[in-house]
Structures are given as C-alpha cells and as structure tokens.
C-alpha cells in the first residue's frame, strides 16, 4: 500500500499494520505521474518506495523477505510463552483489535488480553447507531472468545478524522481540537449511555475494564464517571466495572497522579500524545516523520504518567503505535509500562522482544 497522504500513524497506516500489509505513507505527489507498468520495490520498514530497482535490490530484498519469515517463525513458535525480561519482570502483551476476528487471531498469536477494543467498528459505515441489545451482544461475544482473559473496550472514539453521517457535527475550523473522543459522548449522552449500558450488561461473568478516551480534564472524567454510575444504578444485578482513561494529552500526563484517584488505570495512546504535544498533525503527510513518539518530550510525559499513577498505586499500558514497535519495547518497560497493547500481527514479535 502506497499512498501520498497521511502519515505513519494515520488511521489508513494503523488499519494497514493490523492487516499486516507493508505500506508507504505520506510519499512525494510524483509517485502518482509514475506509468503504469513501472517496475518498483516498496520497503514498508524503512518507508521507502523505490523505482526501476536493480536486480542486485531485488535479490537483497529477496534475501530480506526470507530472514524475515524466518524471524517471524520463531517468535510465532514462542508466542504462547509469557512476556518476561531476562532479569525477571513480567510484562503483560495485548491486543489493539476492531472486532471478532481479530480477537480470535490475537489469541492465536498470543495474546494475554485484548487492551484495546475499537468500538467504533460498530459505528461506523451504517445508517444508524447499533442498539443497545445488539452492542451487548457483541461486546458479550467477543469477551467470551478470550476464554476469560481481560478485555478493555474503549467507548466511542469519533470525530474529527472519523465522522459519522447519522451524528451530524457543526463544521470547525480544527475538528483535532474539537468535539470529538468523550466530549461527544457529554455533548449527546443518549449515544454514551446506551453504550455504557451494553458494556455494563456484557460485563456480567466477564472480565471488561472501559476506557475513555480524549480526556483532557478533571472535570470531564467525573462528569463521565457519573453518568456510569447512574446507568450501573439502573441495572438489575450490574457489577461495578474497572474504569481507565486514555492518556493523550499533555494535561492528563501532567496531572497523571490527580487523575490516578479517579479511575483504575491508563492507557497511553502515543499516536495523539504525540500529536497534541508536538503540534503535528499526525496525518500530515510532511510532518508524519517528525511526529516520532520517541521524542524525549513523549518519553517524560510517559514518566511523568507512570509515576503518578504508581503514587496512587495504579498501572499503566500503552496502547498507540509505540507498543507494536519492537526498538521501543525496552524504553517503555524500563519506564515502568506494565502492559503493551499492539496491533495483532506484532504480537509474537513484540513479546519476543520483551526477553
């Protein structure tokens, strides 16, 4: 997959990994006058598209695909094994899915849990919203898959690049800082409820945690705080559910200890965190290189994250595009992240790593 928008973390690369597709993003405009028939080599690691390759680069990148596959399965071979470094910690690897299938291949692979369920494949590409019983199904189906492994179902996380036709929005001038996340869930809570309720209802004999995302303040995690407990409250025989937030802004990792008190646990979405930090548009196709979650401005905000949830005696996962890369591992665990959730294909490699 090759395209001239977007960048490393674009919604279209994030599906692309998850599908385990090598792609290009964010490619200089040229590529588009290329002919047709033109003979080129795409690297989807070092992000290159390369045109009228040498029979010597074909054949180095022949060789390449074979050390690959042969790298692949032996991580596929002791992906079953648990997650622990050589000096004894153990790291808790999960899965980023958006539906069934892919919590059944997660599970093929190795994961230990699902840490991130995308519940706006339920949402998106209808003509309405998914009712109440038909989300408790889902949610109750692909709970029972794991065979009673966690799973972390992440509440409506739309707008801005991700718009539904039957939520109309007002047009704003930077929808990236508009209503979008959890302000849509506060701003028509009859959508938020009614998923609450369906998480609430699936949770019964079920290990599901929520979590929120785009949670920028105080005010607004006890705002969605109580309106969970008056939906529990309205509920036959419902349990209490572990809450978690998203870590994507800079305020929440600032306030991460004021936040620790108010819910059960982060998640680290380093894809927006580094946006919003950065001020890059993680889309752009000209800044999509520059916005590398690596930059030291993330790596303190993820300290600063852990060790305010750590005073507080809560634990932090991270579940943006940072945890499927295997070079980033080391840093995030020698941080104090006690759970990766990467996307499904990364899992072996990604556990591999973590020795």
Not at 17 to 26: K, S
Not at 61 to 80: C, G, H, T, Y
Not at 103 to 124: C, H, P
Not at 160 to 181: A, H, Q, T, V, W
Request: net charge negative.
């Amino acid at each position: 997959l090759a395209t001239v928008g977007g960048g490393a973390t674009s919604h279209v690369a994030i599906l692309a990994r998850a599908l385990d597709i090598p792609a290009v993003a964010g490619m200089d405009p040229r590529a588009l006058e290329l002919p047709d028939g033109t003979r080129v080599l795409l690297d989807g690691g070092m992000g290159q598209l390369r045109i009228n390759p040498s029979p010597e680069e074909v054949s180095r990148i022949i060789q390449a695909q074979a050390r690959l596959a042969a790298k692949k399965a032996a991580e596929l071979a002791s992906a079953a094994d648990p997650a622990t470094t050589t000096d004894g910690h153990r790291i808790e690897v999960f899965a980023n899915i958006g539906g069934l299938a892919e919590a059944l291949q997660g599970m093929q692979l190795g994961a230990e849990g699902v840490g991130l369920l995308r519940s706006e494949f339920l949402f998106l590409d209808r003509a309405t919203a998914p009712t109440e019983d038909e989300q408790t199904a889902t949610y109750a189906e692909i709970a029972a898959s794991l065979e009673g492994r966690p799973l972390i179902i992440r509440t409506l996380d739309v707008g801005g690049d991700k718009p539904l036709s039957y939520l109309p929005m007002p047009r704003e001038e930077n929808p990236m800082l508009g209503i979008r996340g959890v302000r849509i869930g506060l701003d028509r809570p009859e959508i938020f409820r009614t998923q609450v309720r369906a998480i609430l209802r699936a949770a019964k004999g079920h290990p599901i945690r929520i979590l929120f995302p785009m949670i920028a303040t105080l005010d607004e995690i006890r705002s969605v705080k109580g309106l969970v407990e008056e939906e529990r409250a309205k509920l036959a025989d419902s349990d209490p559910v572990e809450l978690g937030i998203m870590v994507e802004m800079p305020s929440t990792a600032v306030l991460a200890r004021q936040f620790a008190r108010e819910v059960d646990f982060f998640s680290v979405g380093t894809n927006d965190l580094t946006q919003y930090t950065l001020a890059m548009d993680r889309g752009h196709p000209k800044l999509g290189s520059k916005a590398d979650a690596i930059n030291p401005a993330i790596l303190q905000l993820i300290a600063q994250t852990v060790a305010g949830a750590a005073a507080e005696g809560k634990w932090v996962g991270v579940c943006g595009g940072l945890a499927s890369d295997p070079q980033a591992v080391a840093i995030l665990v020698g941080l104090g992240v006690k759970e990766l959730s990467c996307s499904v294909p990364a899992i072996p490699m990604v556990k591999a790593a973590t020795g």
